[in-house]
């Protein structure tokens, strides 16, 4: 079995040693306290827990590509919802988003040509329109015939610029 990276990840090893010292998580469960779960991308510009006013054990946070609910998401929306005290999931999809900057077919080229791996038997869930996507995600998990009952689905779009997150009627 290959040793663990260590030269590779020393920044992140340093910086956890330090977070150690002033842990003060360890009384936190694994219940969603404010009962939310947050699906966003895994843009970095995007604080999913400060954009709403929380803090760690308050929500879920469900990221990916894109923000798009895939049978991954759904899978774990119903687990969330039934065990995790999820009530409300908010769909945050945002702008300035790479995977709404070309066309599926695009992307698979850019990345046969730039760096020879062909990515074709992958489906990215790129959207030309981030607003349908959110839509069609948004009732996609409100239909969803798995999660617990009473569970309230919203969707809104943050601005990667102003920091605001704007509410889409779906």
């Known amino acids: 079995m ?3 990276p260590h030269e590779e990840f ?3 090893l340093v910086a956890n040693a330090e977070y150690v010292q ?4 360890s009384g936190l469960t694994g219940v969603a306290q404010r009962g939310l779960a947050i699906v966003t991308c895994m843009d970095s510009r995007i604080t999913p827990l400060s954009v709403v ?3 760690s054990g308050d929500a879920k946070i469900l990221r990916n590509a894109g923000a798009r609910v895939t049978e991954d998401v759904l899978r774990t929306l119903v687990l969330a919802t039934y065990l995790l005290g999820v009530k409300r999931i908010l769909i945050m999809p945002h702008t300035n988003c790479r995977m709404a900057m070309d066309e599926e ?9 730039e760096h020879g791996v062909d990515t074709r038997s992958l489906e990215f869930g790129i959207v030309s329109d981030i607003t349908q996507a959110l839509i069609t995600d948004v009732n996609r998990v409100r239909k969803y015939p798995l999660l617990n009952d009473g569970v309230v689905v919203g969707g809104a779009i943050y601005d990667v610029t ?3 997150i704007t509410p889409v009627d779906c």
């Open 2 to 4: 290959p040793s663990f």
């Open 10 to 12: 020393a920044d992140a």
């Open 22 to 25: 002033g842990f003060k998580y």
């Open 53 to 55: 006013g929380m803090k």
């Open 105 to 113: 077919s695009d992307i698979h080229e850019i990345i046969l040509k």
């Open 162 to 164: 102003s920091g605001k």
